[in-house]
C-alpha cells in the first residue's frame, strides 16, 4: 500500500454492498484501510459482509435499507453518521434488473416505476443525503454511481433499466459540476456484464452467453474484483481535479 491510496481515517458508504459490484468495491475499500458501512435489505447478506469486510481490516458495519423509501434513506444515513461520525464517500450501487418479459409496447407503468424508483429514484435520495453532509461538514467528499452499458447501447425489453441508468449517470454530471465548489468529487461508473446474483441467470443462458461472449474481447464476464482498484482510486481523489467522468469498465465490450 501506498500513502498516495492509503484510506485509513476514510468512511466509505456502499450501497448494495453485500453482494456483486458493491461488495466488491466494499473489499478494494477495506484492504487499503477504510471504514466501510454497507446499506442493504437482504439482512443475511449484510452480517456475511460484514464478518468479511471486519477480516480484511478496519471497520465495518451494515445497515437495513430499501434506497426506495425516502424515510428509510434519512434514517440509514443518521445511523450511519451515528456510527462513523462522518461519510467520506459515497458508492451508489444498489439496484434491480426489469424483469425482461414484456416487450416496449407491453411494459406497464408499474413495471417501470418499479425499476425506476430502486435505481434513480435511490441514487438521487442517497446521493442527495450524502451531499448534504458533505457540503455542511465542509471538507470536500466523493460521490460514485453505478451505471451501466445499458446507458449507451439499446436494451431491448431494458426500457426502464437502461432509463434509470442514463438518468443516474446524467444526475452525477449535474453534481460533479454544482458541487465542486465544495470540493466534493462526482463520477460514474458504466458496468459492463458483470457475474454477479443479479445477473447470472443471464450471462449463463447458453444462447445469450454464445451471442454475447464473441463480442467479449477478454472472452470472461466480468467480475465484483475488476471494481475495487477504482473505488479505492475514485475515494482516494477527495479534492482532486478528476471529477465529473463517465468511466467504463466492461472488458472494451462497447467499442468492440
Known amino acids: 500500500m501506498t500513502d ?3 484510506l485509513t481515517g476514510h468512511v466509505a458508504l456502499v450501497t448494495g454492498g453485500n ?9 478494494g475499500l477495506a484492504r487499503h484501510g477504510a471504514d466501510v458501512c454497507v446499506w442493504g435489505t437482504n439482512v ?3 452480517a456475511a459482509s460484514v464478518a468479511e469486510l471486519e477480516e480484511l481490516g478496519g471497520k465495518a458495519a451494515a445497515v437495513r435499507c430499501d434506497v426506495g423509501d425516502e424515510r428509510q434513506v434519512a434514517d440509514a444515513f443518521a445511523e450511519t453518521l451515528e456510527r462513523f461520525g ?6 451508489v450501487n444498489a439496484g434491480i434488473s426489469g424483469d425482461g418479459r414484456a416487450s416496449f409496447v407491453e411494459t406497464s ?5 418499479r425499476v425506476t424508483r430502486v435505481n434513480l429514484d435511490g441514487a ?4 442527495r443525503a450524502a451531499a448534504a453532509h458533505m457540503v455542511e461538514r465542509g471538507d470536500g467528499g466523493v460521490l460514485v454511481g453505478t451505471s451501466s452499458v445499458s446507458a449507451i447501447h439499446g436494451a431491448p425489453r431494458g426500457q426502464a433499466y437502461a432509463a434509470s441508468k442514463a438518468g443516474l449517470s446524467a444526475m452525477i ?4 459540476v454544482e458541487l465542486a465548489r465544495y470540493g466534493i468529487n462526482a463520477h460514474s461508473i458504466i458496468a459492463g456484464w458483470t457475474e454477479t446474483p443479479l445477473t447470472s ?3 449463463h443462458n447458453a444462447t445469450f452467453e454464445r451471442n454475447v461472449m464473441k463480442r467479449m474481447p477478454h472472452r470472461r464476464w466480468g467480475e465484483p474484483a475488476d471494481f475495487a482498484r477504482l473505488a479505492v482510486y475514485l475515494a482516494a481523489g477527495t479534492g482532486g481535479f478528476h471529477t465529473g467522468d463517465e468511466i467504463v469498465v466492461d472488458g472494451a465490450y462497447s467499442i468492440f
Not at 438521487?124 to 446521493?127: D, E, G, V
Open 124 to 127: 438521487f435520495l442517497t446521493l
Open 19 to 27: 453482494s456483486g459490484i458493491g461488495l466488491g468495491m466494499a473489499r
Open 173 to 176: 454530471r449535474a453534481c460533479a
Open 109 to 113: 407503468l408499474e413495471e417501470f416505476r
Open 86 to 91: 462522518r461519510v467520506d464517500s459515497c458508492f
Open 201 to 203: 441467470d443471464t450471462l
Open 4 to 6: 498516495l491510496f492509503d
Open 44 to 46: 443475511d447478506r449484510n
